[in-house]
């Protein structure tokens, strides 16, 4: 679960898809698409910019066509860009989950099952990492 800014605008990434709530979860609309279908790290920025990690499903969890991505939205699920640079392209098997993923500001951090640990500066635009050799990561935090 992710909230925005607004308290009645709240985001989820789950089994079943991306879903947003704009009435403080009275309501839920799916707003997924493409890759940003399942997964479990989600972050929000206002009641229209969220950040997710895809995954492939619940029966194979790993990055979606072997390619570690974040999908971004800035006008509320109605589409979805592919964040990759600087991410691995290629026989990449990472996964994040729920607490992997957060955001203070323009910076995102994530970390993976794989000991992968991942810093954007630009909201997602680009990516360094800043470590493979951890055990799994299963939560990050920002200070």
């Given amino acids: ?19 947003k709530s ?6 839920w609309t799916e707003v997924s698409a493409g890759p ?5 790290g989600i972050v929000a920025d206002g009641p229209d910019t969220a950040w997710v990690v895809p995954a492939i499903s619940d029966e194979e969890r790993r990055a979606v066509d072997t390619r570690m991505r ?5 006008d509320g699920g109605a589409t979805w860009q592919d ?3 600087g991410l691995p392209q290629e026989v990449c098997f990472d996964l994040v989950y729920r607490h992997a ?10 970390g993976s ?8 500066n630009d909201r997602g635009d680009s990516w ?16």
């Fill in 70 to 74: 974040v999908c971004r939205t800035e």
């Fill in 83 to 85: 964040l990759t640079a």
């Fill in 22 to 27: 704009v009435d403080a979860g009275r309501n």
């Fill in 36 to 40: 940003a279908s399942f997964g479990f």
């Fill in 113 to 120: 099952t794989t000991g992968n640990v991942w810093v954007s």
């Fill in 1 to 19: 679960m992710a909230f925005s800014s607004d308290p009645d605008v709240m985001w989820q990434q789950n089994h079943c898809g991306v879903w």
């Fill in 128 to 143: 360094r990492v800043l470590t493979h050799h951890l055990a799994p990561v299963y939560s990050v935090e920002l200070a």
């Fill in 101 to 110: 993923l957060a955001r203070r500001g323009d910076t995102l951090v994530m």
